[in-house]
């Protein structure tokens, strides 16, 4: 049977850096948001379920970032989202509106 090394015997563990200083500051400047809302708060400034609203972020339509299990938006980004032309087929009148 072999004996288990010591501290001193130990074979050296290979070292990875998870974020080197220069990837770092490169991703602060994309993440760094000056006001923050949450799901709910932009879904009522949209008009959306917060649903849809965390679906547009899995997508990468608005802006965000995930936070645990919340998302946190950029507050720039929902306006700007909201400001966008609607997608899709437009309202048609009725018969009865005139």
Known sequence: MKPTPTNDEAPPRAVRTINPPAQAASRAGRF???QQ???????ARLGLSPQQVRLLCRL????ARRHGRDWL??????EAARKRPKVGRPKTKTKGST
């Open 37 to 43: 809302l949450t799901t709910a708060e932009a879904a």
């Open 73 to 78: 938006l950029d507050a720039a980004a929902v």
């Open 60 to 63: 990468g339509r608005i802006r």
């Open 32 to 34: 760094s948001m000056t």
